[in-house]
């Protein structure tokens, strides 16, 4: 007793320092005592500080203000939700898949390392020659890549070119070679693509010089102004490329088609011409150059690169008569493709039971 005890190491002051003595009421209180030591070591704009429990201009609702420019402890707060579309540009119509690269199987035997290198080879070129704009690009690219194209012509011809608007064609969607051989078929085609796309190398370029319209999946208030692009141009004449499921999936599981894009072969009175794309090797159906889930594109370049025999079916199917809904027109391009590619019957109630489809007008099939 009569002894103060020692201060405890750190408080308040240099490491392992004593605390500094403190006058008690009066109007010095919390000012450092005549002749206290100061705190050694530390340069003075971090010598402690000790304030009284009163009120004053840094306190504001009997709470210490902190500097705005003090930001070492403040925890991140998360940013307000986007009223456009959702939080980080995610929204109701954003398309998802159930589909993931565990679809994805892998055809035995793979092809031998000197095959594998020459086909990067020459797939390098062929993206060359298509980023600088040579045509027969994608041609070019099947044959690097060692995928052979079959064209199943639909019972009703196409008409893609003439008087008239333009047909707006639609396909499933299993991977980034879905469009290649869609260009190579018919290189008139302007395809619509993820904003995404257009920052990939080499790829990107090519398909700006495809003359792509560039969609961004996370705006929703941009979609109705990329609609009416499209419709114009099939109005022009000028055939237009669609993957209305929104995102891949494995081929044996098709997604839902989405009407947004379907609106604009209404407005233009423009024909929808479906496609059914099927891989197969010589073991049956397969999804190997599926992109799917968190694939990467270089993965799923090595796959395919890696088989041998790869086969897409490129089932033309007879097309349909605009109408004057959407979503009806959106169900019978499904239903279409999903029987020609193998796949379930979709079964959502917005559907028809039976897909019908509607007879052409004699103007807007091809001779």
């Not at 499921?245 to 997604?255: K, L, M, V």
């Not at 839902?256 to 479906?274: E, I, K, L, S, T």
Request: charged share 20%; hydrophobic share 45%; proline share 12%.
């Amino acid at each position: 007793m009569g002894r103060r005890a020692p201060a405890a190491p750190g408080a308040r002051g240099a490491p392992g320092g004593a605390a500094r003595p403190v006058r008690r009421g009066g109007a010095g209180a919390g000012r450092p005592a005549a002749g206290a030591p100061a705190a050694a070591g530390l340069p003075a704009a971090r010598r402690p500080r000790l304030r009284p429990a009163r009120s004053g201009r840094r306190l504001r609702h009997r709470r210490p203000v902190r500097a705005a420019a003090d930001g070492r402890h403040r925890h991140a707060r998360a940013a307000p939700p986007d009223r456009r579309g959702g939080r980080d540009g995610v929204n109701a119509w954003f398309p998802r898949s159930d589909c993931t690269s565990s679809c994805v199987d892998t055809p035995a035997p793979p092809a031998g390392r000197t095959l594998r290198a020459r086909r990067w080879t020459e797939l390098s070129a062929a993206l060359a020659g298509a980023a600088a704009g040579v045509p027969g690009a994608a041609p070019r690219a099947l044959a690097a890549l060692g995928v052979e194209l079959r064209v199943l012509p639909p019972a009703v011809p196409w008409r893609l070119a003439g008087e008239g608007p333009a047909p707006l064609v639609v396909a499933n969607h299993v991977s980034w070679l879905d469009d290649v051989a869609l260009l190579a078929a018919f290189p008139a085609l302007r395809p619509v693509a993820k904003v995404d796309v257009a920052a990939w190398p080499v790829v990107g370029a090519a398909a700006r010089r495809s003359g792509a319209v560039f969609l961004d999946r996370g705006s929703l208030r941009r979609l109705p102004g990329t609609v009416a692009e499209v419709a114009d141009l099939l109005r022009a004449g000028t055939p237009v490329l669609v993957h209305p499921e929104g995102t891949t999936s494995c081929g044996s599981r098709p997604g839902r088609f989405r009407p947004a894009f379907f609106q604009a072969a209404v407005d233009a009175g423009a024909p929808v011409c479906p496609v059914a794309l099927r891989y197969r090797t010589p073991a049956g159906p397969t999804a190997v150059a599926g992109y799917l889930g968190g694939d990467s594109l270089r993965r799923s370049l090595a796959r395919v690169i890696a088989t041998q025999g790869l086969v897409l079916e490129l089932h033309q199917l007879a097309p349909l008569h605009p109408g004057s809904d959407r979503r009806d027109l959106a169900a019978l391009a499904e239903y279409a493709v999903a029987a020609a590619a193998g796949g379930r019957e979709p079964t959502r109630t917005p559907h028809r039971p039976f897909p019908t489809v509607p007879v052409l007008p004699a103007d807007l099939v091809a001779p």
